[in-house]
């Protein structure tokens, strides 16, 4: 194994299983060909043809068009066409900084191929000379990658929350880290994909924060989100990322990310080229 392996199982995807779903001409995402079928159900909010799926243009305003939506996805969560419905509301839009068109249930962003997004907080600590890093595994019971490993902290980006202030309440949440520390972590990077998984299509852009913790710092789940924390020397991480898959899918890019920028992956490694290009390939 190797740590390209790591990129190459956030890049499996078929276009050809898919078509465009559109909204007011823009193609803002991706709709598996057996899910079309479902959304046939619903012509007053979905229009299928040969060139895709569109938001029927009778849908005027944000407003309208996600009440329409929420209708129409709340039909077919009884028929259990999503994994793990949250009731948290994502925006839909062409781009991170376009004005989105409207919201959709986060459980369904990936059933319709709409680009998601994310926060993840590198937490590490410094030994000496040597770098640990605080590592959490997530909780049993979660519906998505239970018991897998994860970044000390890490969540999706809503609709009604700044990324900033998305980081800060995920911190809290997920690693009762206080609003004073989590607000000196430092935005460094970001790391994309598109893969196909169970839920559905993840078209992910995962925006990356380094904090350097205090060595008496102890983080603590409050959301019942996470099973327990430890605390990795930083060669530990790497391995485990580079020779298994014990890290959630998208965790394990974001840690390559962390030790290229440290420079515990340096020019001459033989994968360095590769893992520039690939951790950005979504």
Same mark, same amino acid.
């Given at each position: 194994?190797?740590?390209?392996?790591?990129?190459?199982?956030?890049?499996?995807?078929?276009?050809?299983?898919?078509?465009?779903?559109?909204?007011?001409?823009?193609?803002?995402?991706?709709?598996?060909?057996?899910?079309?079928?479902?959304?046939?159900?619903?012509?007053?909010?979905?229009?299928?043809?040969?060139?895709?799926?569109?938001?029927?243009?009778?849908?005027?305003?944000?407003?309208?068009?996600?009440?329409?939506?929420?209708?129409?996805?709340?039909?077919?969560?009884?028929?259990?066409?999503?994994?793990?419905?949250?009731?948290?509301?994502?925006?839909?839009?062409?781009?991170?900084?376009?004005?989105?068109?409207?919201?959709?249930?986060?459980?369904?962003?990936?059933?319709?191929?709409?680009?998601?997004?994310?926060?993840?907080?590198?937490?590490?600590?410094?030994?000496?000379?040597?770098?640990?890093?605080?590592?959490?595994?997530?909780?049993?019971?979660?519906?998505?990658?239970?018991?897998?490993?994860?970044?000390?902290?890490?969540?999706?980006?809503?609709?009604?929350?700044?990324?900033?202030?998305?980081?800060?309440? =995920?911190?809290?949440?997920?690693?009762?880290?206080?609003?004073?520390?989590?607000?000196?972590?430092?935005?460094?990077?970001?790391?994309?994909?598109?893969?196909?998984?169970?839920?559905?299509?993840?078209?992910?852009?995962?925006?990356?924060?380094?904090?350097?913790?205090?060595?008496?710092?102890?983080?603590?789940?409050?959301?019942?989100?996470?099973?327990?924390?430890?605390?990795?020397?930083? =060669? =530990?991480?790497?391995?485990?990322?580079?020779?298994?898959?014990?890290?959630?899918?998208?965790?394990?890019?974001?840690?390559?990310?962390? &030790?290229?920028?440290?420079? &515990?992956?340096?020019?001459?490694?033989?994968?360095?080229?590769?893992?520039?290009?690939?951790?950005?390939?979504?």
């Amino acid at each position: 194994m190797s740590f390209v392996d790591r990129i190459a199982e956030c890049n499996v995807f078929d276009p050809a299983g898919y078509v465009p779903f559109r909204v007011d001409g823009a193609d803002l995402g991706l709709v598996h060909r057996e899910f079309v079928d479902r959304l046939r159900r619903f012509p007053d909010v979905f229009r299928v043809d040969g060139a895709g799926v569109v938001l029927d243009g009778r849908l005027i305003g944000f407003e309208a068009r996600t009440a329409a939506v929420d209708a129409a996805l709340r039909d077919l969560r009884g028929e259990g066409a999503f994994v793990a419905w949250r009731d948290e509301a994502y925006p839909v839009a062409e781009s991170f900084s376009a004005p989105p068109v409207f919201a959709m249930e986060r459980a369904a962003v990936p059933r319709f191929g709409v680009r998601g997004y994310g926060v993840h907080l590198n937490g590490y600590v410094r030994d000496g000379d040597r770098l640990k890093m605080w590592i959490a595994r997530r909780a049993m019971d979660k519906a998505l990658a239970p018991g897998k490993l994860d970044q000390i902290v890490a969540g999706g980006q809503p609709a009604d929350l700044t990324l900033r202030r998305n980081l800060v309440k =995920e911190a809290a949440e997920e690693a009762d880290i206080p609003a004073g520390l989590a607000a000196r972590a430092v935005g460094v990077s970001a790391v994309s994909y598109c893969t196909e998984r169970a839920e559905g299509l993840r078209r992910d852009v995962e925006f990356i924060y380094d904090l350097e913790l205090p060595r008496d710092f102890t983080p603590r789940n409050t959301d019942g989100e996470v099973g327990s924390f430890e605390l990795w020397p930083i =060669e =530990e991480v790497a391995a485990t990322v580079r020779d298994t898959d014990a890290f959630k899918f998208n965790c394990a890019l974001v840690v390559i990310d962390f &030790l290229i920028r440290h420079g &515990l992956i340096e020019p001459d490694h033989p994968e360095f080229v590769d893992l520039i290009a690939g951790l950005r390939r979504g």
